[in-house]
């Protein structure tokens, strides 16, 4: 059974501040995405990273693919109370266009 | 506006009453697919349907019914709703592709059976 893990589960950081959050499996996926959810909403795609060792940029965050496409990192500089939310990453399964999704990183910045 | 539209958004139902969460898309997509959301386990697949009159089950379908006889309509029925079936249920569609093309989501019905 393929499984993403998140970590942290939770964080809580101050407007300002860098943080990395991290999507590590341990089986190779195809690609990854990231969505972010904010309350009483559905989420929303945030990135598709494709290429082991690719490094994608969306403003102040940083989405980079592991070598072994086993693993994703999301770094966000200088976060703002709008980064608010719960970031999920998400991999191909293994039947086509299953989708599987980690539990997720829920991120609080305060102002 | 491309949209997924869920309905009701809030419902509190009792053991046993047969209920019906309808989901559509205006974004002509082939791909439909029902996900809960509990915590501390994130998004889990319920059932999905990559066309009319196609579906399949996902990773936790015990419990739960859909159909597709249109397009655009992908309906979650539960038949005998228990507890252990309060959750946050999403609707998603998107375009086949694998995972390269974006899912929408709907904004989600909060369930809770007593």
């Known amino acids: 059974t393929q499984l993403l893990e998140q970590s942290p589960q939770f964080l809580s950081i101050q407007e300002g501040e860098n943080l990395t959050v991290y999507c590590n499996s341990s089986s190779v996926f195809s690609s990854l995405q990231w969505y972010r959810q904010e309350p009483g909403e559905g989420p929303v795609l945030l990135v598709t990273?494709?290429?082991?060792?690719e490094v994608k940029k969306l403003k102040r965050l940083t989405f980079q693919f592991g070598d072994a496409r086993k693993d994703s990192s999301l770094h966000i500089t200088a976060a703002q109370p709008g980064d608010t939310g719960l970031y999920l990453c998400a991999g191909d399964g293994t039947s086509y266009d299953k989708v599987i999704f980690g539990p997720g990183t829920s991120l609080s910045v305060i102002p | 506006e491309a949209q997924v539209t869920q309905n009701p958004r809030y419902l509190i139902t009792v053991t046993g009453k047969k209920l019906t969460v309808t989901c559509s898309q205006n974004m002509n997509h082939e791909y439909m697919s029902w996900y809960r959301q509990d915590p501390g386990l994130g998004l889990r697949q319920i059932y999905y349907s990559m066309n009319v009159e196609v579906t399949d089950k996902g990773d936790v379908p015990e419990g739960y019914k859909v159909s597709r006889k249109e397009k655009r309509n992908f309906p979650l029925i539960l038949e005998s709703p228990s507890p252990n079936q309060t959750s946050l249920y999403f609707c998603?569609?998107?375009?086949?592709?694998?995972?390269?093309?974006?899912?929408?989501f709907g904004q989600g019905t909060r369930l809770t059976v007593v």
């Open positions: 990273v494709v290429t082991g060792g």
């Open positions: 998603a569609s998107k375009v086949m592709g694998g995972l390269n093309t974006e899912a929408f």
